[in-house]
């Protein structure tokens, strides 16, 4: 029993043999809740009264932890967004395994501060980044720091570029004192995230130049290469370029290799975001398709997309420690690190990114890779891209759906077709069809728009799909739009 007197409370449990039979409990509910998903729709919409228990004034008086966790189960649990389901194909949002979900339990334990100090949990972080700067040929003078995910590694990346770039103090200084305005480039399909971090930086969407694409969706090298020349010749200063391993509309990879030429040559960060294509690079038969991503001066990738792990946690590598250090440290008299004693450590990760307290994200990545190994994970990357050429068959050889995109990786981009309508009317079609298949709970693709067309997309980053999975969507998806067809009474 807890010995606390009414004058001395703590949060602790009153009793302790009872916290641990409910956390057991717990752990067996969610043990089976994962074994059983299959049985589950994908998603399905929250009752009314679930909803409205979320809507409650602060509770000011306790409740037993076994009545908060009944409300859990009741109101929360059985209402998932789906991407821990073997159907989900969704944007572009991992699945998570069980040991990931037991690692945040025990980082939560634990739960230390990686902003810095000198304890375990910052030599987890550590191993694991040494880890993929292996992993991806990264040389041995390169840093790392797990992030929140693949935007915060993008902002992170691309503040070392601004910092690093700079013909001025820019720390110090301020954007204002910029002698010539600064610029970088990346393809029109670059992630949303790169925009916003062009904003957050105070270096303004309007000078992201976004370079055209061709058929495949990749960077047209040769625009590029005018856009840095043109923009020179205007007075601005050309800095850094983003290159995809991976875009977030279909898997498209740019040519990494010429980006890197044209960098090296023009003197630009090289900036690669492979939120969830730099993974490929775990198979070896994969691998190729990223040539180039080793030479970059900064990579952001995911580890919540195509390594599995439960979301939150991202990565940035930056090829020259220095640079990564001096875009970001910054020390208080409180933070001043001791020669010995809990303050000693010389890597504090406060000084390698924007945040101070930082959580143990870093457990649950360790933990996966102990548990399955690195073969483990390319074999599992690998099986997702052959089950996606797979669905890619099914796609065109079914004569009601119209494929939009090659498909080079882990995303297939497709709409119903109706003989006679056009786009706008097909736009419309495809996104009723969308969110009937959303309520049906068979199966969760999201969508996009290529070329003004709506489209449904299926991004696979899902280690629980087998191959019945897509051929269940394409059949469910073929006889909601012909019921949806019927409905309208259009087509023949
Ligand atoms: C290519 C690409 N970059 C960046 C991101 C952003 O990653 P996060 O959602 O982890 O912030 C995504 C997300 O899907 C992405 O696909």
């Known amino acids: 029993m807890n010995p606390s007197s009414p004058l001395e409370q703590n949060l602790d449990p009153q009793n302790w043999d009872a916290m641990r039979a409910l956390g057991h409990r717990m752990v067996d509910d969610m043990m089976t809740y994962l074994e059983t998903l299959r049985e589950r729709p994908v998603w ?51 699945t998570g395994t069980p040991m990931g979900a037991l690692a945040e339990m025990l980082a939560a334990t634990m739960n230390p501060n990686l902003g810095g100090g000198d304890h375990a949990a910052n030599q987890v972080e550590l191993q694991v980044i040494e880890w993929f700067k292996t992993l991806f040929d990264f040389p041995a003078e390169a840093s790392g720091i797990l992030t929140s995910g693949g935007s915060m590694a993008n902002t992170l990346g691309l503040t070392v570029a601004r910092n690093i770039a700079a013909e001025f103090d820019i720390r110090h200084e301020g954007l204002s004192a910029a002698p010539r305005t600064m610029r970088f480039y990346a393809s029109t399909e670059a992630h949303s995230s790169v925009k916003k971090a062009a904003e957050m930086l105070g270096l303004g969407s309007d000078h992201l130049r976004l370079i055209p694409v061709d058929e495949n969706f990749e960077m047209i090298i040769p625009e590029l290469e005018k856009a840095i020349a043109e923009d020179r010749a205007a007075g601005y200063y050309p800095f850094a370029v983003v290159g995809n391993a991976g875009t977030v509309n279909t898997g498209a990879v740019d040519d990494l290799e010429a980006i890197a030429d044209i960098c090296q040559r023009e003197k630009l960060w090289f900036h690669v975001d492979g939120a969830f294509g730099a993974l490929v690079a775990l198979s070896p038969e994969l691998k190729p398709m990223v040539k180039g991503m080793e030479r970059a001066d900064s990579l952001a990738f995911d580890l919540h997309k195509w390594l599995y792990i439960p979301i939150e946690v991202g990565c940035v590598l930056v090829r020259r420690e220095p640079d990564h250090f001096n875009a970001f440290a910054t020390r208080a008299s409180y933070l001043a690190s001791h020669e010995r004693g809990a303050a000693g450590g010389t890597h504090w990760f406060s000084d390698y990114g924007i945040q101070l307290s930082r959580g143990f994200r870093a457990l649950k990545v360790w933990m996966s890779v102990r548990e399955h ?21 099914l796609v065109d050889a079914a004569l009601e759906l119209e494929r939009l995109a090659p498909v080079p990786m882990n995303i297939v981009c497709f709409r119903y077709v109706v003989p006679g309508m056009d786009d706008e009317a097909l736009n419309t079609f495809n996104k009723e069809l969308l969110m009937r298949l959303h309520e049906s709970g068979v199966a969760l693709p999201t969508y996009t728009v290529l070329k003004g067309k709506y489209v449904i997309r299926v991004a696979h980053v899902n280690h629980r799909s087998r191959r019945e999975d897509f051929d269940l969507l394409v059949e469910t998806v073929v006889k909601i739009g012909n019921e949806l067809k019927e409905a309208m009474g259009v087509g023949a």
């Open 44 to 94: 399905q919409p929250m009752a009314d009264e679930a909803r409205e228990f979320l809507h409650q004034p602060p509770p000011m008086t306790p409740t037993t932890p076994e009545a908060v966790y009944a409300e859990f189960t009741e109101n929360i649990l059985p209402y998932p967004l789906g991407n821990i389901h073997p159907r989900f194909w969704g944007w572009v949002i991992g």
């Open 373 to 393: 190994g690195i073969e483990k994970y390319g074999q599992v990357i690998a099986q997702n891209v052959a089950q996606t050429a797979y669905l890619a068959q």
